[in-house]
T-cell receptor
C-alpha cells in the first residue's frame, strides 16, 4: 500500500498563473481533504471531497477549487495565483467508519509563487 | 484567540529526557489528533483520541474532555524525535483544526 501520494513534490509558478495539484488517497479511502500550510503555521483546511462532491469548505476564496474522480483521487486547482499562495499543500485521506476516522497525510506539494 | 493552542512553541531537550507537549482547545470536538511533521513537510499521524490515554512505544497521549486539554509525552527522548508536533481537533465529521505546532529539538 503506497499510502497517500501527491504530485508534484515541488512547483514554481508566477503571479496570475494557474496550478493543479494532485492527490491519490490511501487504498480503501474515499474521502480526501486538502490543507494549506504557510511557513511556520499549522495547516488550514481548504475543503473536503466525498463521493465526488465538495462536502465542506474552509475560509478560502473561489480561486481555490477541486475535484474528486470516481477512483477517489483528487485535484486542487488554484487560479490567478498570488504571492501569498506560496505554501505547502497537504492532502489527507480517510475512511469514516462508525465514528472512528484517522486521516493519513501525503508528503505535500510545496508551491512557490514568484 | 486560536481555537487550538499548543505549548510550548519551541522545546529543546537532551537525549533521554522526558518531554511533555500540551494542547488546549476551546470548541466541542469529536476527536483529537497528535501529528508529527518532519522537515520537508510530510505529516505522520501519531494518535487519534476521543477519551483517556493511548500509548505507542515511547509515546503517550492523554486527553481530558472536561478540561478540553490533551498532552503528548515522549519518554527517553532521542534526537530522531526532533520534529514539529501538531495537535489537531476534529469537529463533527468534516475537518481538522490545527494548532501551530511545537518545534522539538533533542540534542545528543
Amino acid at each position: 500500500d503506497a499510502g497517500v501520494t501527491q504530485s508534484p513534490t515541488h512547483l514554481i509558478k508566477t503571479r496570475g498563473q494557474q496550478v493543479t495539484l494532485r492527490c491519490s488517497p490511501k487504498s480503501g479511502h474515499d474521502t480526501v481533504s486538502w490543507y494549506q500550510q504557510a511557513l511556520g503555521q499549522g495547516p488550514q483546511f481548504i475543503f473536503q471531497y466525498y463521493e465526488e462532491e465538495e462536502r465542506q469548505r474552509g475560509n478560502f476564496p473561489d480561486r481555490f477549487s477541486g475535484h474528486q474522480f470516481p477512483n477517489y483521487s483528487s485535484e486542487l486547482n488554484v487560479n490567478a495565483l498570488l504571492l501569498g499562495d506560496s505554501a505547502l499543500y497537504l492532502c489527507a485521506s480517510s475512511f469514516p467508519l462508525a465514528g472512528r476516522e484517522t486521516q493519513y497525510f501525503g508528503p505535500g506539494t510545496r508551491l512557490l509563487v514568484l | 484567540k486560536n481555537e487550538v493552542e499548543q505549548s510550548p512553541q519551541n522545546l529543546t531537550a537532551q537525549e533521554g529526557e522526558f518531554i511533555t507537549i500540551n494542547c488546549s482547545y476551546s470548541v466541542g470536538i469529536s476527536a483529537l489528533h497528535w501529528l508529527q511533521q518532519h522537515p520537508g513537510g510530510g505529516i505522520v499521524s501519531l494518535f487519534m483520541l476521543s477519551s483517556g490515554k493511548k500509548k505507542h512505544g515511547r509515546l503517550i497521549a492523554t486527553i481530558n474532555i472536561q478540561e478540553k486539554h490533551s498532552s503528548l509525552h515522549i519518554t527517553a527522548s532521542h534526537p530522531r524525535d526532533s520534529a514539529v508536533y501538531i495537535c489537531a481537533v476534529k469537529r463533527g465529521t468534516d475537518k481538522l483544526i490545527f494548532g501551530t505546532g511545537t518545534r522539538l529539538q533533542v540534542f545528543p
